[in-house]
């Protein structure tokens, strides 16, 4: 095998996207929770503390959406 095909990504099966659009959905549920709690927390340390889980779930909610882009480009056209 070359070193060309070893970097060449391959399609998504079916049940990777299943995979990763759940962890897109918990990604945002917890992101959301995050700063409802933060927002209503009387204590300033425990709000930045949960504003930073916020950046935390939102960066991997990008890091999960770039993924997908990534593969967009060899996606199957038709559902397998």
Same mark, same amino acid.
């Given at each position: 095998?070359?070193?060309?095909?070893?970097?060449?990504?391959?399609?998504?099966? &079916?049940?990777?996207?299943?995979?990763?659009?759940?962890?897109?959905?918990?990604? &945002?549920?917890?992101?959301? @929770?995050?700063?409802?709690?933060?927002?209503?927390?009387?204590?300033?340390?425990?709000?930045?503390?949960?504003?930073?889980?916020?950046?935390? @779930? %939102?960066? @991997?909610?990008? %890091?999960?959406?770039?993924?997908?882009?990534? @593969?967009?480009?060899?996606?199957?056209?038709?559902?397998?």
């Amino acid at each position: 095998m070359t070193t060309q095909n070893q970097n060449q990504m391959l399609p998504l099966t &079916s049940k990777e996207l299943d995979y990763i659009v759940d962890c897109i959905s918990n990604e &945002s549920m917890l992101a959301k @929770h995050a700063a409802a709690t933060a927002a209503s927390a009387q204590d300033k340390m425990v709000q930045q503390a949960l504003m930073g889980f916020v950046q935390r @779930h %939102e960066q @991997h909610l990008n %890091e999960l959406v770039g993924a997908l882009e990534a @593969h967009k480009g060899i996606a199957p056209a038709q559902p397998q």
